[in-house]
């Protein structure tokens, strides 16, 4: 166990809805990523957070924005979905903002129909 | 062309064979070179993290990295059934978790 919890495991909506995944990262980071892992593009970093504060972006669609809170969970919001975005959706934290290594969650598989 | 090539197998290998893993690069700016393990339904664990060229060895796990040929290898030794997993190579210029570009795996089976 990574120590970082993702909810929900899995996630079934239509498309042109909106949903929210969230990230508890482990006790201690202040970092914390987003990665999607789909079959045809593989593992793609998509932004991160340090300290409540947009670190880095990736490669993350206009449709998709992700905050860190206070108490720094993170959530992702994905809107307007589109069958496309059909995923495994992966957080990761690490300590500090450069960090090497990430310790990911089990992901949130989404599924758009 | 994809910066990072992985032939995603699936490789399906004997208890106790040696596994050899391998990745080309494009991006001669890479530094940082990585290979994560990821069981099913689970997220990516890192395994071994190398800087530059040369050899790294952890127990049964050796990673290679050839900056001149733009080629990095996993080498399992003794390979077991709990070895089963897909194998992500990854790297990046500045070592930063955030840069990362990985590989679309290896899917390897170590059958008993």
């Known amino acids: 166990d990574s120590g970082v919890t993702q909810t929900p495991k899995h996630l079934i909506t239509a498309t042109g809805q909106r949903v929210t995944l969230r990230c508890s990262p482990r006790s201690g980071d202040l970092s914390v990523y987003w990665y999607q892992q789909s079959l045809d593009q593989g593992l793609q970093f998509l932004i991160q957070?340090?300290?409540?504060?947009?670190?880095a972006k990736g490669n993350i669609l206009e449709r998709f924005s992700a905050q860190q809170f206070p108490d720094l969970h993170s959530e992702l919001n994905l809107s307007s979905l589109e069958l496309g975005d059909s995923a495994l959706y992966f957080c990761?934290?690490?300590?500090?903002?450069?960090?090497?290594?990430?310790?990911f969650g089990q992901g949130t598989r989404l599924t758009v129909v | 062309q994809k910066e990072v090539e992985q032939d995603p197998g699936p490789l399906s290998v004997p208890e106790g064979a040696i596994v050899s893993l391998n990745c080309t690069y494009s991006?001669?700016?890479?530094?940082?070179f990585m290979w994560y393990r990821q069981y099913s339904r689970k997220g990516p664990e890192l395994l071994m993290y190398?800087?530059?060229?040369g050899n790294k060895e952890d127990g049964r796990f050796t990673a290679q990295v050839d900056k001149s040929s733009k080629y990095i290898s996993l080498f399992i030794r003794d390979s077991q059934p709990s070895d089963s997993a897909t194998y992500l190579c990854a790297m990046s210029a500045s070592g930063s978790a955030r840069q990362l570009t990985f590989g679309s795996g290896t899917q390897l089976t170590v059958l008993p």
């Open positions: 990761a934290s690490s300590a500090g903002p450069g960090d090497t290594e990430a310790f």
């Open positions: 957070y340090y300290n409540g504060e947009e670190r």
């Open positions: 991006n001669s700016a890479f530094q940082y």
């Open positions: 190398t800087y530059s060229s």
